[in-house]
């Protein structure tokens, strides 16, 4: 498994600042999952050289929280999300601005309510934390 530095160097273009700015956030973001009872995913922009699409992200992290039951049950490290997967993300980093909505991780499961909030260093958006919890209608685990 690659670490999130790898993903950053092999697949984006990120310079050293912006990765050390991220790798900070990675370091610290348990407690931001199990404070919110949510699977965090932090995605950012591929090299525009390796798209296939108008925008895709590669999803350097990912946290489960301890507190509460996941809504991600695999994997998702370095995994590359489009608009078809992950619509708000992408809209998100275009934008800069917060968003919410909902995403159907598995076909034959619910959909799981997704906030996408913009990840600056120095006034740039340079990645998006993805917010996963449990969608209307999930019953949320015994924790």
């Known amino acids: 498994m690659a670490t999130p530095a790898e993903l950053a160097f092999e697949r984006t273009n990120l310079d050293e600042v912006q990765l050390?700015?991220?790798?900070?956030?990675l370091g610290t973001w348990g407690i931001l999952a199990d404070l919110s009872f949510s699977d965090l995913v932090l995605m950012a922009p591929v090299a525009a050289e390796e798209q296939h699409d108008a925008t895709e992200l590669v999803i350097?992290?990912?946290?489960?929280?301890?507190?509460?039951?996941?809504?991600?049950?695999?994997?998702?490290?370095?995994?590359?999300?489009?608009v078809a997967d992950y619509?708000?993300?992408?809209?998100?980093?275009?934008?800069?601005?917060?968003?919410?909505?909902?995403?159907?991780?598995?076909?034959?499961?619910?959909?799981?309510?997704l906030h996408c909030i913009p990840v600056r260093c120095e006034?740039?958006?340079?990645?998006?934390?993805?917010?996963?919890?449990?969608?209307?209608g999930r019953r949320p685990g015994h924790l």
């Open 87 to 113: 619509p708000l993300a992408v809209e998100t980093f275009h934008s800069g601005e917060v968003t919410r909505g909902e995403v159907v991780l598995d076909s034959g499961e619910g959909p799981v309510r």
């Open 20 to 25: 050390a700015h991220l790798q900070r956030l």
């Open 60 to 82: 350097l992290g990912q946290m489960r929280p301890s507190n509460s039951a996941t809504v991600v049950q695999h994997d998702l490290v370095g995994q590359t999300a489009g």
């Open 123 to 136: 006034g740039t958006t340079v990645a998006v934390l993805a917010r996963l919890s449990a969608g209307v």
